[in-house]
Structure formats: C-alpha cells, structure tokens
C-alpha cells in the first residue's frame, strides 16, 4: 500500500489535543487505509511491513488506547472476543451500511447494498451510533464448516 503523508494525522491529533509522536502517526496512517477493523495482531503485522519496522507492542496497546480515548480511533469486541480498531473517519464512512460478520473466522465484509435505516427516535432522544451486522460464515469459511 502506499504510504500517507503524516501530515493530516498529525493535524488530527492536534485538534484532539494529542500530542504528536511518530508511533501515534503510524498507527493513525494505518488504520485510515484499512478497509476493515483491524485486530492488535493485524496492526502489528502492518507496522513490521512498513519501512520504519516492528512498534513495541506495549507502545502500540498504549497508542491504541490514546486514540481510543481521544475519539480519533474506535475498539469494538468481535464474536471472538478479539478487540478490532478502526480510525473514527473510516467508521463514519462504514456507518451508512451494513456488516457481514463471519463467526468462523472473525473477519468482517461491508454490505453496502444494506443501508441501515434512519432510527425514528422519541423527542429528547439522541443516537450516538447504530450497527446492523449479519453473522454467519464467509464464503472462504464455508467450505471449512460444511455450510453452503
């Protein structure tokens, strides 16, 4: 993949009134490519490909709660009990659809054929989020779990 200019990440954390340290620009880059969430271990994985290398894995839990706790990242729990990241602005992206969720192997597909409807919400009320998510087991999986 190619890489992204630091830059915006670095911006984003300023406006988070985070500071600006080159593994919280790294993990912030990878996670605005991914198309999916990713898990600790995938995140590892991608760091160690990348020219700078392997990131600590203490400095990444760190860094991962950091952008966590500032909003620019969000943790969801798998069917797995597996915690998977994804950058903030690539969940609003995935919002306005709906996710496929293989129990098999925990990897998540978009269906953005799905749309996920307008919640009609009582006056005072305010959503904050809504998932639609379908589990099954992917086409990869299925030939594993004698599903068709």
Do not use: M
């Given at each position: 993949m190619p890489e992204i200019s630091p830059d915006?990440?670095?911006a984003q954390l300023?406006?988070?009134a985070v500071k600006v340290t080159r593994p919280r620009l790294r993990v912030l880059a990878v996670l605005s490519r991914a198309t999916a969430a990713l898990t600790h271990s995938e995140l590892e994985e991608?760091?160690?490909d990348s020219p700078q290398g392997i990131l600590d894995r203490v400095?990444?839990?760190r860094v991962l709660d950091s952008l966590v706790e500032c909003g620019l990242a969000q943790r969801t729990l798998d069917a797995r009990?597996?915690?998977r990241f994804l950058s903030s602005s690539v969940q609003a992206r995935h919002a306005a659809h709906a996710h496929f969720h293989c129990q098999?192997?925990?990897g998540i597909t978009c269906l953005e054929q799905m749309e996920v409807p307008v919640a009609d919400l009582p006056a005072g009320y305010s959503a904050?989020?809504?998932d639609i998510e379908v589990r099954g087991v992917c086409a990869a999986c299925a030939p594993l779990s004698g599903a068709a």
């Open positions: 915006p990440f670095a300023r406006a988070a991608q760091l160690a400095t990444l839990y009990g597996v915690y098999r192997c925990g904050r989020q809504v």
